[in-house]
């Protein structure tokens, strides 16, 4: 069964400086995976997706992610962290079907 | 604004009570997906329903039903409520029937007491 670690339920950068938020997924099959943003009091919004084709995913506002078969993971990245990043970050996975699995997420800060 | 909106906004209801949520996928989005998202549980996937008919279920209880409508909108119902049942609800929908882009509505918060 598929499965996703977030590893840090609470990330704090300044702004300006890398942001990286970490998953690891399990899968028996090659895997769809996502990451999707929270903002407060807001329903989620897809960042990025990878579903097979480049390995390294670019999203919106800036976000980018590696998927790494060898390491079964899916980093998110972003070279400059902005004020509007604080918000709540979801790694997703699905293998194929119609099911999705979530971490349990990170809540990224930006200290100013 | 991602197009699906949810309805009510806010619940707050008493335990053994029941309940309806209601939701409308974006427009032309045949499937619509039911979560649960809790402080101790997460995000997790309770139902899907693609054109009407349930195509995927997750981890939802028994007490727990939905259903898709002739015009896509659906509705969880939940009933028996528990104090455990305290919860942001979402509904999600997308064009197609596999998962793939999936658009978030705000959420309903229920509030059992």
């Known amino acids: 069964a598929q499965s996703v670690t977030q590893l840090g339920s609470h990330v704090s950068v300044s702004e300006g400086a890398l942001v990286l938020l970490r998953c690891n997924y399990s899968?028996?099959?090659?895997?769809?995976l996502f990451w999707y943003v929270q903002y407060p009091n807001q329903g989620l919004q897809l960042l990025l997706k990878?579903?097979?084709?480049?390995?390294l995913v670019k999203g919106i506002n800036g976000f980018e992610a590696e998927f790494k078969k060898s390491e079964t993971s899916f980093h998110l990245t972003k070279p400059s962290a902005h004020m509007s990043d604080a918000a709540e970050y979801f790694c997703?996975?699905?293998?194929?079907?119609?099911?999705?699995?979530f971490g349990k997420g990170t809540r990224l800060h930006i200290l100013p | 604004d991602s197009g699906v909106t949810q309805t009510p906004k806010h619940l707050i209801t008493a335990t053994g009570q029941r309940v309806t949520l209601r939701c409308s996928p974006r427009?032309?989005?045949?499937?619509v997906y039911w979560y649960q998202q809790s402080l101790d549980q997460g995000l997790q996937f309770l139902i899907q329903?693609?054109?009407?008919?349930?195509?995927a279920k997750g981890n939802i209880l028994e007490r727990f039903s939905a259903q898709q409508f002739p015009d896509l909108h659906s509705e969880l119902n939940l009933s028996s409520l528990e104090l455990g049942d305290s919860a942001l609800y979402f509904c999600?929908?997308?064009?197609?029937?596999?998962?793939?882009?999936?658009?978030f509505g705000p959420g309903t918060r229920l509030t059992v007491l």
């Open positions: 999600a929908s997308s064009p197609i029937a596999g998962v793939d882009t999936q658009y």
């Open positions: 899968s028996s099959v090659p895997p769809y």
């Open positions: 990878y579903t097979s084709a480049a390995t």
């Open positions: 997703a996975v699905s293998e194929r079907d119609d099911k999705i699995i």
């Open positions: 427009s032309g989005d045949l499937s």
């Open positions: 329903y693609y054109n009407g008919e349930e195509r």
